[in-house]
């Protein structure tokens, strides 16, 4: 069975930075794209960044380009998404989903993980 994890959140302070991990199993990892979205009270459902495993690309949404960055490590099955320059709109719970391919909106890929709570305090 397909399974992502997603931890690392937590409370930070505006300017403040957090590394999220997704650990992924039950898939050819190297073969998968995988990717964040987040889910804020009252607010739509955001496609965050992906990566494809199998070419390297890469996607950011506009409101994170230049602070976050999504990185793969094939031999420990886990995305990795470092997030700099926090703001209190980062605010929300974090996803990360996978599917054999890229797919935008990124909460559109097939198989979804239980979420890791990001909190930025102004």
């Known amino acids: 069975d397909v399974q992502l994890q997603a931890f690392g959140g937590g409370l930070v302070q505006a300017g403040g930075s957090l590394r999220l991990s997704c650990a992924a199993s039950g898939f050819t990892f190297d073969r998968y794209a995988i990717g964040w979205f987040r889910q804020a009270p009252g607010k739509a459902r955001e496609g965050v960044s992906c990566?494809?495993?199998?070419?390297?690309?890469?996607y950011y949404a506009d409101s994170v380009k230049g602070r976050f960055t999504i990185s793969s490590d094939n031999a420990k099955n886990t995305v990795y998404l470092q997030m700099n320059s926090l703001k209190p709109e980062d605010t929300g719970v974090y996803y990360c989903a996978a599917d054999r391919s890229v797919q935008l909106p990124i909460y559109a890929m097939r198989y979804w993980g239980k979420g890791t709570q990001v909190t930025v305090s102004s």
């Open positions: 990566i494809s495993n199998s070419d390297g690309s890469t």
